[in-house]
């Protein structure tokens, strides 16, 4: 990277630091209220004209999530195919395009609303049923020709509503929104949920992928993906910037510290532009060689959307 690439790369992560952040978007909808004002903008924010710039750059912003092709060994393989979020609400012209994302194999879409009168909607869909702790009512409900209950949260300044039903065999869907709505009308927002295929937004792109593994989380700083039987082995985290320690390698032009123990092997490369820390996590339930875990990182691309936890 030349000094005019890390001018532009250094102007676009301060543009992010002044973006709203996705961060903290799952379970917002807990949080707030619409008659109270309390806003989130959840995407959108980085200018495309700024990101042409840096597309192909590794670790700089770019809008492109189109995988190169990328020889691969056994152990990787080329390119990531993004889980998809199988539902959507009608549209209007308050409620914004939806957002999806992965947390523990859950699908989760958040539905954004511009209309103070409204409420935001965030529907998860999970292959079992939902544990909940906590006090709160219950309420039976009949929900898309289903048995469903409405669990209604005592929280301020508006109450937590959480419409949970069984789909279909090994599909249970939760419809969370606040106390703007009654309960009849969220059972008719349940019922007026349809099929789609909303891409989950990824925080990178990647040019490879474990072999064998399933995604697990893609949020707005992680990736990370599990074996068949759900342990996850791999994990890709964007932090803030960290001090490191035991500095033995490069990964496209910045420092780096592998490391190894009996539980896996850790990558940390200081991303400077960004003002964070990227960490590869590896199991030892997945084997990887130090070039093999070498060349997964150095195909990691942050997007404009990439946020440090």
Do not use: C
Not at 258 to 278: F, H, S
């Amino acid at each position: 990277m030349d000094d005019l690439d890390r001018l532009l790369a250094e102007s676009m992560h301060t543009a992010a630091d002044r973006a709203p952040s996705e961060s903290g978007l799952l379970g917002s909808v807990h949080d707030r209220s619409h008659r109270y004002h309390r806003r989130r903008v959840v995407t959108g924010w980085a200018a495309a004209a700024v990101a042409a710039l840096a597309i192909g750059v590794p670790f700089a912003v770019t809008n492109t999530d189109t995988p190169a092709p990328v020889p691969a060994a056994d152990t990787l393989v080329a390119g990531w195919t993004a889980p998809v979020f199988p539902f959507t609400l009608p549209q209007t012209a308050d409620r914004k395009t939806p957002v999806a994302t992965m947390v523990d194999g859950d699908l989760i879409g958040f539905f954004e609303t511009t209309d103070y009168d409204e409420a935001d909607v965030t529907i998860t869909v999970a292959d079992s049923a939902p544990v909940f702790t906590g006090e709160a009512t219950t309420r039976d409900m009949t929900v898309r020709g289903h048995k469903g209950t409405l669990r209604t949260v005592n929280t301020k300044p508006a109450k937590r509503l959480t419409l949970t039903w069984q789909e279909s065999a090994g599909t249970w869907i939760l419809l969370e929104t606040d106390d703007t709505y009654k309960p009849k009308d969220v059972v008719a927002l349940a019922d007026a949920m349809t099929a789609a295929s909303i891409a989950v937004q990824p925080p990178f792109r990647l040019d490879l992928t474990p072999a064998g593994l399933q995604t697990d989380t893609v949020t707005a700083s992680r990736m990370t993906f599990r074996t068949a039987s759900g342990t996850t082995v791999l994990r890709t985290i964007l932090r803030k910037r960290q001090t490191l320690t035991g500095v033995d390698q490069k990964v496209n032009g910045y420092d780096a510290a592998l490391t190894r123990d009996a539980a896996g092997v850790t990558l940390a490369i200081d991303v400077t532009d960004w003002q964070a820390t990227l960490e590869v996590t590896v199991d030892a339930a997945f084997p990887i060689t130090d070039a093999d875990l070498l060349r997964y990182a150095t195909g990691i691309h942050l997007l404009n959307r990439s946020d440090p936890e």
